[in-house]
């Protein structure tokens, strides 16, 4: 069974930094896109950051040139790292995998459970 299991969330004041961690677990065959979601109370989820297996990235406007996204495949890791941290980035991390089971599967979507950042002003 596929696992995403974030860390590394937290509370720390406006200007700060923190870096965020997934680590998918469980037998499949490979990894393709995986990215960073997040969902602040009384919004809807939006993308933060995502990187392809081809390292291409893409950033939400509001994180350009604060948050960089990278991945370990060795490692099965995705990281958010995230500076200059503003009170409006409050919200509940999600990560998310595009994963093949399998060589003939389809790629299916995967979702960690989330892990709360909260920036204080």
């Known amino acids: 069974q596929v696992q995403l299991v974030e860390s590394g969330g937290g509370l720390v004041q406006a200007g700060g930094s923190l870096r965020l961690s997934c680590a998918a677990s469980g037998r499949f065959f490979s990894i393709n896109a995986m990215g960073w979601y997040r969902q602040a109370p009384g919004k809807q989820r939006e993308l933060v950051a995502a990187i392809t297996s081809e390292v291409v990235t893409n950033y939400a406007d509001s994180v350009k040139g604060r948050f960089t996204i990278s991945r370990d495949n060795a490692k099965r890791t995705v990281y958010l790292q995230m500076s200059s941290l503003k009170p409006e980035d409050t919200a509940v991390y999600y990560c998310?995998?595009?994963?093949?089971?399998?060589?003939?599967?389809?790629?299916?979507?995967?979702w960690g459970q989330g892990t709360q950042v909260t920036v204080s002003s």
């Open positions: 998310n995998a595009e994963i093949k089971t399998s060589f003939s599967g389809s790629r299916v979507a995967y």
